[in-house]
């Protein structure tokens, strides 16, 4: 019996404010532990909470980019439950009315396009963490820095069919929160996490079967591993004719296996009620649409744009794109060198290969805008040849000089173009050599080459090959 595979996605994003979401500590990450902390944050009784307009600034720009609606009266609701890392007793989200409703994401797997509802996104402040040391066995410790931080939870749909399904899905969302410039979309420190909910049914059953929520993946392949690891589980379970319990799950990293960690709780178990702390949140019209007026063209759109407006082809833009800033670089180089593909293939693998083995990013890339399109034009003008062109770009690179210019004319490594010069060139080589110019002229055609190469090591490379031909065909025939 085989199953359709039904598969939901809960990802929280930790959004880059400066300060957390309901208080002015720092959300800066690596300070000593409970630095970051005031009694607002580690939930003193009488502390009083005040939104950070940012963090409502943030989801409405993560809502309008996936096509959701705005909910012009929001509520904050508390969601209770004990833990020691969340010292209120309950933690601060949205319920009932979320900020955004109803977008979705286009994604595209193996060149089928399919649309991921959205069913909701809504800010929540994230809970402290607790610490348990190895080399002090029995003791735990809490750090706050991390309480009130805030997230946003972005709630798909559960459309997804497929683990690449789902790993297209967030690809793409990250891509776009991160264009967004509201998460700095890093799995690895639990900046952009997703929980998967996922379910097998019979072909054509009406119903969702039951499901179990997969927790702690923190990489696309992880999820992808844990999601295929999950559907064999169920898989398994209902063709030996038991049933998939409700549950959550905790992927192991390490063991590639999940493990059962608690019962899923229902909604109702957290005893769900509005926070009678905080006022609801009123985003008017004239908000909203501030909000979509500073969007920045998103990663689909430029994508598409790249490649009709400058005729590259669709891998190159994709390669561009999945970095903001990285197609701004190809942008300006190209208004200052008007040949797109040309500089696409000079930033996809010269500029890629340094700064991938450097691992840094193209904001602190040392060769600016202007130096490689200066260069390029030096090439393209023949001042230079594409060889020695490469090998300029390499001590750009690593001195900083963004004056191609002036490294060309320092180290004397301009083409020779001037005719005359190369022309008594040739003749001395001609003369030097009678014999090869009699056996080349006798049939040994292959000999032009050798007279070539003769040009180009008296000159150290630079003779220009195009005139070196000419003069030769001109001299020897
Ligand atoms: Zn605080």
């Known amino acids: 019996m085989d199953y359709e595979i039904v598969i939901g996605l809960e990802v929280h994003c930790q959004l880059l404010t400066e ?14 532990p409970n630095q970051n902390s005031c009694p607002v944050c580690t939930g003193m009784p009488g502390a009083l909470p005040v939104l950070n307009r940012k963090v409502v600034d943030f989801a409405v720009r ?9 909910t012009p009266n929001s509520v904050f609701a508390r969601k209770n439950y004990f833990y020691p890392d969340l010292p209120k007793g309950y933690q601060i989200s949205q319920f009932e009315l979320p900020i955004c409703i109803g977008g979705h994401l286009d994604i595209e797997v193996e060149g089928e396009k399919k649309r991921i509802g959205i069913t909701r996104i809504h800010m929540e402040e994230d809970a402290g963490k607790l610490v348990h040391p190895e080399y002090e066995h029995g003791v735990s410790y809490v750090d706050y820095n991390r309480a009130c931080v805030p997230l946003i939870e972005i709630v798909s749909e559960p459309d997804m069919r497929s683990s690449a399904e789902a790993v297209a899905y967030l690809k793409a969302l990250r891509e776009i929160v991160v264009y967004l410039g509201v998460c700095d979309g890093n799995m690895e420190e639990g900046s952009f996490r997703c929980d998967a909910n996922i379910s097998l049914r019979r072909w054509g059953a009406p119903e969702f079967g039951t499901r179990a929520e997969l927790k702690n993946m923190n990489s696309f392949r992880n999820v992808q591993r844990a999601i295929e690891y999950e559907v064999e589980r169920q898989r398994d379970i209902l063709d030996g004719g038991g049933q998939v319990v409700q549950e959550t799950r905790l992927w192991n990293v390490d063991r590639g296996v999940s493990m059962s960690m608690r019962g899923k709780e229902e909604a109702h178990d957290y005893r769900y009620f509005p926070d009678p702390d905080l006022l609801p949140v009123v985003v008017d019209e004239v908000w909203v649409e501030d909000v979509r007026q500073k969007l920045p063209e998103l990663p689909a759109a430029k994508r598409q744009r790249l490649v009709d407006d400058y005729a590259i082809p669709v891998v190159d833009a994709e390669v561009l794109t999945a970095d903001r800033a990285m197609a701004d670089y190809f942008e300006a180089v190209v208004k200052l060198f008007a040949q797109p593909k040309a500089v696409a293939n000079w930033i996809m693998v010269e500029l890629m290969k ?11 890339c040392p060769i600016t805008p202007q130096g490689l399109g200066d260069l390029l034009s030096l090439i393209d003008e023949g001042v230079i040849s594409g060889k020695i062109g490469k090998q300029v770009f390499s001590q750009m690179y690593s001195s900083a000089n963004n004056d191609p210019r002036q490294l060309i004319e320092d180290q004397g490594l301009a083409q020779m173009s001037d005719v ?46 195009q005139v070196v031909n000419r003069l030769l065909k001109e001299k020897i025939g």
């Open 19 to 32: 300060t957390k979401i309901f208080c002015g500590c720092s959300t800066h990450f690596g300070n000593p």
């Open 62 to 70: 993560a809502g309008l980019a996936t096509a959701c609606k705005i």
């Open 354 to 364: 340094l700064i991938n083995e450097d691992k840094i990013s193209i904001t602190q």
């Open 420 to 465: 005359g010069e190369l022309a008594a060139l040739v003749d001395d080589i001609v003369a030097a050599n009678d014999g090869k110019v009699k056996e080349y002229q006798q049939g040994k055609v292959k000999l032009f080459g050798f007279f070539v190469g003769q040009v180009m090591k008296k000159t150290k490379g630079q003779a220009n090959p």
